[in-house]
């Protein structure tokens, strides 16, 4: 593992795997379809207590499926910073009621509650989606969710996308020995990216390099082993059943429901 704040493939992989829950034995198809909707809900809808609702019941399933929440929350690290990023100038910019004031080079930026509520709404969407993939991810079998992607994207599109998550492993492996070779020098991810910044420069520049080499090398193997450009997925996938259509259908109904209510259909 290359740091407790980055997903930890092999922990999903295991979970995956090995999990045995109720969430583990739905049919894929429920799952991808209440992805899409998810989505969608997410997309049409702003009202805090609406994503707040949302995001208590995919955090209560993950916590039913018995995966580890903590190590969740550590993955956060990364869309909770490109969140922070991305709407921290924006949320300065916002009418409302001002809350505190900020002089900055003969400029003043006031922070508003619309500016709060702004980076507590795309926080939230962040993290729902974050965590429902993760969920999605450790609670189905790679061969089970390889078939779907291979019955759902056309060719080359799920070629790419099943040959770079196989590839994903050998990537992450290779840049955590590299790290690893870094500590055992005195180096460090933060330390060295402070005090020898070109050594983190070298590193991730030979993890590309290696990355390419990598990967001729394994389509060479895949090659003499016959892949021909065609990655077929026979595993056959379970199919809804009535339980699962009636989840589908509560959730169509909802994301129906918060649409007709949303701002623009004169609602919240």
């Known amino acids: 593992m290359i740091s407790d704040h980055l997903p930890d493939i092999d922990l999903i992989t295991a979970c995956a795997e090995h999990q045995d829950s109720a969430f583990s034995r739905t049919s894929p198809w429920t799952k991808g379809i209440l992805l899409v909707l998810l989505v969608l809900l997410i997309t049409i809808s702003s009202n805090l207590w609406v994503l707040a609702a949302t995001y208590a019941i995919v955090l209560a399933a993950c916590a039913a499926s018995a ?118 020098r005195g180096g460090g991810v933060i330390r060295s990216a402070r005090m020898q910044g070109h050594l983190v420069a070298e590193v991730f520049g030979l993890v590309f390099i290696r990355s390419f080499e990598q990967a001729e090398r394994v389509e060479k193997a895949m090659t003499a082993r016959g892949y021909n450009g065609t990655y077929a997925a026979s595993t056959p996938l379970k199919r809804p059943g009535l339980p699962e259509y009636t989840v589908i259908g509560i959730a169509i109904l909802a994301v129906a429901a918060v649409a007709l209510a949303a701002p623009h259909a004169g609602g919240w």
């Open 67 to 184: 995966l580890p929440i903590r190590k969740i929350a550590a993955w956060y690290t990364m869309p909770v910073i490109f969140v922070l990023s991305l709407v921290g100038l924006l949320a300065w910019t916002q009418p409302g009621t001002p809350i505190f004031t900020l002089p900055v080079a003969g400029y003043v930026l006031t922070l508003t509650d619309q500016g709060l509520l702004l980076v507590a709404v795309l926080l939230v969407k962040a993290l729902i989606v974050v965590t429902y993939s993760l969920f999605f991810l450790m609670t189905t079998k790679y061969a089970q969710f390889s078939a779907l992607i291979s019955r759902v994207f056309p060719t080359p599109l799920d070629q790419i996308f099943l040959l770079s998550y196989r590839f994903l492993f050998l990537t992450m492996a290779m840049t955590a020995s590299m790290l690893k070779a870094v500590r055992s």
